[in-house]
């Protein structure tokens, strides 16, 4: 079956139905076991007879998932929404550049494609300032919209600069790189192509060096898009020296206290980092300063002890800081990440500087015609694609419930996916919700890397997400 043309020519007026998921399964018995999966819980197209001015703030996955949904579930919708990028990166594909497996031309989709002018209208800008107690937004042009209903879809920001020494000039230059950086205005990843070349001199320089390479991964003391990102490089990098028989001394320098939140999934990390002999651990660290010439980085050491008090026959706990320098011939650094800055100077974030929604309805907590969906979000979980499309339907039923001043009753689960890349051929599918453990397949674990989950991520993933998930059909 020819899959792009399928999903082309696909035209559903709902949710993907069980008979088209198997439709595909001459595409694969992964994906429509997935799609299969996702069942009927959309709402019909023009269902809901509701009026009112809805303003969508994104050009991301989020943003536009929300869209697909908002204006096939409204009769005659009012939408606006305000992207400054006709690029739209398929993200979860950055990694695969990284690594070799993709190119640039691979993951550059086109937003015209999913913006139709003659449905909604775009406002191709950018946010400066958020005003929700006069619902009103203002643009970079200094152009203010009104709304009656606003949707939150910015995504995360990539802080560099928080970094004291380093540039985003710097990534890729002398043994640093960043798979993140990107610039989605211009749709490029820069930060991807030059992991690849980073990986490839990493190579030339442990078969020509008599030392073995120090190679440093961070991970920062913020949350960040699919938190085993970071880890997911440094698996694909020892792998491909590995397979040349080569190897590195590798740290995982983090922030958190452990591999993964969930006890099990760390436990199998733990695994399969033990498997390449070379990678050691730094936890509770962040990374402060770099000295880009020296190649030193400097990191804060953050951790807390209980200290037992003789005097007083009491336990307190005692907070420590110290600074730790490391050495490097390579550095992949993965970047604190924040809510964008006209959101972080708004009133709709937390003490957390993230968007203020409820974690099951997505609705504003103190504005009720404020929604969020995707990174944005400040609730536990979420910083994903994966995320995103479980909220899609959340957010479309609850804006509407609140259009017809009704209460949101719609509830979100907190599922989230992280697919680990842990060797070239091998996904860890870590896929769980507030409650725990989440498996699309139920009776496969989590916590096991399996072949044809890189199969379905590198192969089939990408048209899902590009004709079906931001189409908001499944």
Known sequence: MDTKNFLNNYKSDTELSRRDAIKLMGISPIAASVLASAGTSSIAEASADVSGKVIIVGGGAGALMALSRIKRAIKNPDITIIAPNEAHLYQPGQVFIGAGEMEMEDIILDNNNYIDPDEVTWVKDAVKAFDPDNNTVTTRAGKEL??????????????????????????????????????????????????????????????????????????????????????????????????DGLSAEYTFVTSTKTLFPLPHVAKALEKVQAGYDTISHKFQHHLQSIDVQNKKATFLHSYSEDVYDEEFGESETVSHEDTVIMDYDFIHITPPMSAITALMNSKLVDFTGWLEVDKYTLQHKRYSNVFGIGDTCGIPMGKTGGSARHQGPILTENLISVMKNEKAKAIFDGYTVCPIKTAYGQILMAEFNYAGDAPTIPFLSIAEPRAFWWLFDLYQLKPMYQYLMLTGRF
């Open 146 to 243: 009104k709304y009656d209903y606003l949707v939150v879809a910015t995504g995360a920001q990539y802080n560099y600069e928080d970094i004291e020494g380093l540039t985003k000039e710097d990534i890729g230059k002398n043994g640093i790189t960043s798979v993140y950086l990107s610039d989605l205005e211009k749709g490029t990843s820069v930060g991807a192509t030059a992991t690849w070349e980073w990986n490839k001199a990493l190579k030339i320089a442990a078969t020509t060096s008599k030392q073995k390479q120090k190679v440093i991964f961070t991970h920062p003391n913020t949350k960040i898009k699919c938190g085993g990102a970071p880890q997911k490089v440094l698996h694909l990098t020892a792998d491909y020296l590995k397979k």
